[in-house]
């Protein structure tokens, strides 16, 4: 079969072929075909996606970062192993003539039947070496060679052939419970001190899972968080105690690190007083030997209802 569905003359089109197992079952799910020289609109390069079904219908494309229009992406295409912990197949692409001829590396996210047309991850061999040359010319990602059952990518530039370690995929879990669990609409505080209102206890539990099983140990996690309520009015209903905000340690193999706070209810709440949590990553202590960096899979702000 003839495939002729590059929508630009001198794209180069077909310059790279890549074959995607994106669930792994051992079938070729998706065609990736490399037009480096495509043009359009301040990007140089494109990827085009393809069912092997259906070769002549483009099903979504790849590009690259905006403003280097001679970077030559699409060069090298390689599909690695799952490198997010969602269980399926992603996708790296080169651009070796990005950033003067220092060249990078993208990487985007497999999906249900497709690759995610937004790249999570931009490598630049200037962050690695600022003398490399031509970043991204080819690609591998099929294997673990460093044995910690991660994916390892390895890059070729100009005279040197470079290994990309993968991250450790953590998600971090936030549960909050309260007691008692409800607050009585009746309850308005007038029964207690107007200084105590309604006393209501708050704890707060961080967990750490990692979604793809490694070996490189327990991973400690240091996570700062802060702690508001009513945060869209303008007379608060209720106020928190003195454990406002602080950090709290997490390790990958303890079941949980939990906090607990006091919330006094002022006024009468007849709708759920939303208390409001904000929490980030400060740093990851690794054990000896392994310096990966963590990729984490969680918003940092969660509401949740203290109660109506």
């Not at 990827?47 to 002549?56: D, E, F, G, W, Y």
């Not at 060679?145 to 990309?164: E, K, P, Q, R, Y």
């Not at 240091?222 to 602080?246: F, M, T």
Request: with cysteine; charged share 20%.
């Amino acid at each position: 079969m003839t495939l002729r569905c590059s929508p630009q003359i001198g794209s180069y089109f077909g310059a790279e072929l890549c074959s995607v197992d994106l669930n792994s079952d051992g079938r070729t799910d998706l065609l990736l075909i490399g037009a480096p020289l495509y043009l359009n609109q301040n990007q140089g390069g494109i990827v085009h996606i393809h069912q092997p079904t259906q070769l002549k219908t483009e099903i979504g494309h790849l590009t690259g970062e905006k403003g280097h229009e001679f970077g030559r992406f699409g060069s090298s295409i390689a599909g690695i192993r799952d490198v997010n912990g969602d269980g399926l197949t992603d996708v790296a692409v080169g651009a070796p003539l990005e950033n003067g001829g220092r060249g990078c590396v993208y990487i985007f996210h497999g999906r249900d039947s497709n690759i995610s047309p937004t790249y999570t991850q931009r490598v630049e061999g200037s962050s690695i070496d600022g003398k490399l040359r031509y970043f991204g010319r080819s690609i591998d990602g099929s294997l673990d060679l460093t044995g910690d059952n991660l994916t390892d990518i390895s890059v070729g530039a100009l005279d040197h052939l470079f290994i990309l370690r993968s991250r450790p995929v953590l998600q971090l879990k936030v549960t909050v419970t309260f007691t008692p669990d409800n607050i009585s609409p009746l309850d308005d505080g007038c029964s207690a001190p107007a200084a105590q209102g309604t006393p209501v206890t708050a704890n707060v539990c961080f967990t750490i899972i990692k979604d793809i099983p490694d070996t490189l140990g327990n991973l400690n996690v240091k996570i700062s968080y802060q702690l508001a309520l009513d945060i869209a009015r303008k007379i608060q209903r209720a106020e928190l105690g003195s454990q406002r905000s602080g950090t709290q340690s997490v390790d990958t193999g303890r079941k949980e690190a939990c906090v607990k706070t006091q919330i006094n209810v002022k006024v009468q709440a007849r709708s759920p007083v939303a208390r409001w949590l904000e929490h980030q990553r400060t740093w990851v202590r690794f054990p000896a030997g392994a310096k990966p960096l963590p990729s984490f899979r969680t918003p940092h702000a969660s509401v949740y209802p203290a109660g109506q």
